[in-house]
């Protein structure tokens, strides 16, 4: 008897043990971008839960930091995800029919044509030298691509269990506040980041209306200041790194429900302003 039950509360303990870790092997995450940054850690953290990772990316060879997580971790794959070529998302869609997929996010975005520290850098986004042309490609990495995502994946999503869309958004895309510039110039910069970011959230806010009654959760985040490496040498006051934005995210994501769709948050699922 007292053996049993001792067994009985072993089970409890690792029962508990897999809750608090998140621990939950079906599930699966199809991230954008997942070759650096902020998509890269998510890579690694949901790959280290037990997860299936569809990690994506745009390189014509696989990236070293992907082949490396995919010898440590079975359950990563690979797949090359340009998400401005429909036809690549279609190609994807085909591929993984009928694979349910739990978390689909996007992630993968267009901030900058230089690195920060270059001198004279984007002012193909500043007021007075604005590249018009570029806008396009604004629109399609941050806008189109993961509309196209969401219309391509959204019967995965549904088929799972979790079924939530989340988009990496941004405070640049709010505009009931004045401008948040991070290295403190009163002078608007990065106008078509900021643009876009303003529309993926609306096209991110029409979609939740869409998918509620399916039981879709859609959210969009500021993941807050990430020191990633493709800053260059600049290092931005109050800049966090990956793996406590991401690790913060995680966890607001995990506890995320239907009530909450719709929302733009910051990484702890507090509200950001619109
Ligand atoms: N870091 C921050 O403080 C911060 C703050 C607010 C919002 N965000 C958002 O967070 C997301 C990730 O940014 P990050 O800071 O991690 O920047 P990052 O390190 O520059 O990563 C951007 C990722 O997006 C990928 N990407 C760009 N265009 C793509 C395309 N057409 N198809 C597929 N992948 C594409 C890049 O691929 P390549 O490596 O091939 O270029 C890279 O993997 C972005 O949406 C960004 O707007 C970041």
Same mark, same amino acid.
């Given at each position: 008897?007292?053996?049993?039950?001792?067994?009985?509360?072993?089970?409890?303990?690792?029962?508990?043990?897999?809750?608090?870790? %998140?621990?939950?092997?079906?599930?699966?995450?199809?991230?954008?971008?997942?070759?650096?940054?902020?998509?890269?850690?998510?890579?690694?953290?949901?790959?280290?839960?037990?997860?299936?990772?569809?990690?994506?990316?745009? #390189?014509?060879?696989?990236?070293?930091?992907?082949?490396?997580?995919?010898?440590?971790?079975?359950?990563?794959?690979?797949? #090359?995800?340009?998400?401005?070529?429909?036809?690549?998302?279609?190609?994807?869609?085909?591929?993984?029919?009928?694979?349910?997929?739990?978390?689909?996010?996007?992630?993968?975005?267009?901030?900058?044509?230089?690195?920060?520290?270059?001198?004279?850098?984007?002012?193909?986004?500043?007021?007075?030298?604005?590249?018009?042309?570029?806008?396009?490609?604004?629109?399609?990495?941050?806008?189109?691509?993961?509309? =196209?995502?969401?219309?391509?994946?959204?019967?995965?999503?549904?088929?799972? #269990?979790?079924?939530?869309?989340?988009?990496?958004?941004?405070?640049?895309?709010?505009?009931?506040?004045?401008?948040?510039?991070?290295? %403190?110039?009163?002078?608007?910069?990065?106008?078509?980041? #900021?643009?876009?970011?303003?529309?993926?959230?609306?096209?991110?806010?029409?979609?939740?209306?869409?998918?509620?009654?399916?039981?879709?959760?859609?959210?969009?985040?500021?993941?807050? %200041?990430?020191?990633?490496?493709?800053?260059? =040498?600049?290092?931005?006051?109050?800049?966090?790194?990956?793996?406590?934005?991401? %690790?913060?995210?995680?966890?607001?994501?995990?506890?995320?429900?239907?009530?909450?769709?719709?929302?733009?948050?910051?990484?702890?699922?507090?509200?950001?302003?619109?």
């Amino acid at each position: 008897m007292q053996l049993a039950a001792r067994s009985f509360s072993v089970v409890l303990i690792a029962l508990a043990m897999g809750v608090a870790s %998140g621990r939950a092997a079906a599930e699966t995450v199809l991230i954008t971008g997942a070759n650096q940054g902020i998509g890269l850690e998510f890579a690694k953290e949901y790959a280290a839960r037990g997860w299936t990772v569809i990690a994506t990316h745009r #390189r014509t060879t696989t990236p070293d930091e992907l082949a490396k997580l995919a010898a440590q971790y079975p359950k990563l794959r690979i797949e #090359r995800l340009d998400v401005t070529d429909a036809a690549q998302i279609e190609a994807l869609g085909a591929k993984l029919k009928g694979v349910p997929i739990d978390i689909l996010l996007s992630n993968a975005g267009l901030v900058r044509t230089d690195p920060l520290d270059k001198p004279g850098g984007n002012a193909n986004q500043m007021f007075g030298t604005l590249d018009y042309k570029l806008l396009d490609d604004f629109i399609h990495t941050n806008v189109a691509g993961p509309l =196209k995502i969401a219309e391509t994946f959204i019967e995965n999503v549904k088929a799972s #269990r979790q079924k939530k869309i989340v988009a990496i958004s941004s405070a640049a895309g709010s505009v009931s506040v004045p401008p948040f510039m991070p290295n %403190g110039s009163p002078v608007p910069d990065h106008y078509w980041y #900021r643009i876009s970011k303003t529309a993926l959230n609306s096209a991110m806010r029409l979609l939740s209306a869409q998918f509620k009654n399916d039981g879709v959760t859609v959210v969009m985040f500021h993941p807050g %200041g990430v020191q990633v490496e493709s800053f260059g =040498k600049t290092s931005l006051p109050g800049f966090v790194p990956p793996e406590e934005a991401i %690790g913060r995210m995680i966890k607001t994501i995990d506890g995320l429900s239907i009530k909450d769709s719709g929302r733009f948050m910051d990484n702890d699922g507090k509200d950001h302003p619109w």
